[in-house]
Each structure stands twice: as structure tokens, then as C-alpha cells.
């Protein structure tokens, strides 16, 4: 989600999902920008041709990966950012039914209640053929390094929130109320949701793991119908 404070200060839970593409543009920072190095590169890598986006935001996905494949199709809440579907995640769309080879959806989850989660990804499942992927990435809640190898490769090492700062610490172990997104509903490692609570999710809904990777900010998982 956004991270800069002169956007932070005007976008809240009700604003969220009225954003133009401007406005994400304007809040992308670092975090944002690695993220969408492993979903293009791995929607390129597994040759995908039938693409289904979830939540276009700033566009950047779309714009290069678009070109490259037969169709790319966007859905979103947010009629602002004129997707080719105007629904929910949360909402069966049948038309969809088997009709993509692969679904990105890039910090969607959060933004709804835990306990409806697995109602939207049986959605997504339901969209791909079979054999088809899903990449989705989800916010974590922890401290962060990362550094680029002589090849050029990202590495990512962590540590849980609170233990870098005096901040931390306090909301962590004082007050026990670790800090999340506002306009999140939940986040991974937020003191309640973790990992292997997301991948029931995943596996009840019938998806296969196929990879998961922890990112700058955000966990990472290419599922397998």
C-alpha cells in the first residue's frame, strides 16, 4: 500500500478504493517496486498468456506485462482506475469461471476481513484453468534488509517487529499492539495472523504451493491450480 506521508495524510479506509492511478503512482516507494520485480518476472518466466489482475493500482504491472501476452484483464473495486471488470474480489464473477492461465494479485487480501479471505480465493481459484497460477503477494509485518548480490540478485533477511527500535519494542511488548497499515484489515505478523494461517487458506481452497519468499515488506507465493 502507500507509503508516502503527503498521500498517507489524505488516503484512509474510505478513500482507498477511490484513488485514480495518479494517486498510486504518487505513493509508491521501494517496497512496491520489489514486489513487482518477481511478479512480472515470474508471469514471463512461466510463459503465461491469459492474465488476470486483481487490483491494478498504479498500472505499472499491466503496462509491462500487456504487451506481451494475448489478454490482460484487470478487476477492481475502483471504477477510477477504469479496470475491464468492476467487481469485488469477494464476489463471484462466473463469466471468469476456468478462463485464465494466470491471476496476480498484488496486496489485495488484507484489505478484507480475515475471516472472508478464503471466500475470495476460492473466487480466484475458480477463475484459472487448470494447471494455471496465482502470484499474491501479502504484507508482513517485520523488520527488513536487503542487499543485491556481484549478479545483481535482491537477498532479503528479516527479523520480527520490535526489535530494531524503541518504538517497536514498546507497541510490541508494553503496549501489545503491533502497527499495521490503516488502511489494512489485517497483516501477517501483526500478532494475530501468521504464515501457516495464510497457506491453510491457500491449501483448503485446493491450490498447490508452489513457491513462497519472503520480500521486502511483503511474503510471496506462486500457487498452482
Known sequence: MLKSKSIMMSIDKKT????NKKDWLKGLDFSNWTRYYFLIKDSILFDRNNILEI????????????????????????????????????ENVPKLQDKFDCIIAADILEHIPFNTVEPAVKNLYSYLERGGYALITIPHRRSNFMYMTPHNIPKFYSVPTGFLSLGGFYRRFIKRKIWIDPCHRWEIGDG????????????????????FKEIYYVDYWVLKK
Open 16 to 19: 482507498q478504493f477511490s484513488c
Open 55 to 90: 487490483g491494478g493500482g498504479s498500472g505499472l504491472v499491466w503496462n509491462c506485462l500487456e504487451p506481451l501476452v494475448s489478454n490482460y484483464t484487470t478487476l477492481d473495486i475502483n471504477d477510477k482506475l477504469s479496470p475491464e471488470i468492476i467487481a469485488d474480489v469477494c
Open 192 to 211: 494475530n495472523i501468521k504464515v501457516k494461517d495464510v497457506n491453510k487458506v491457500f491449501l483448503d481452497c485446493g491450490f498447490k504451493i508452489e513457491k
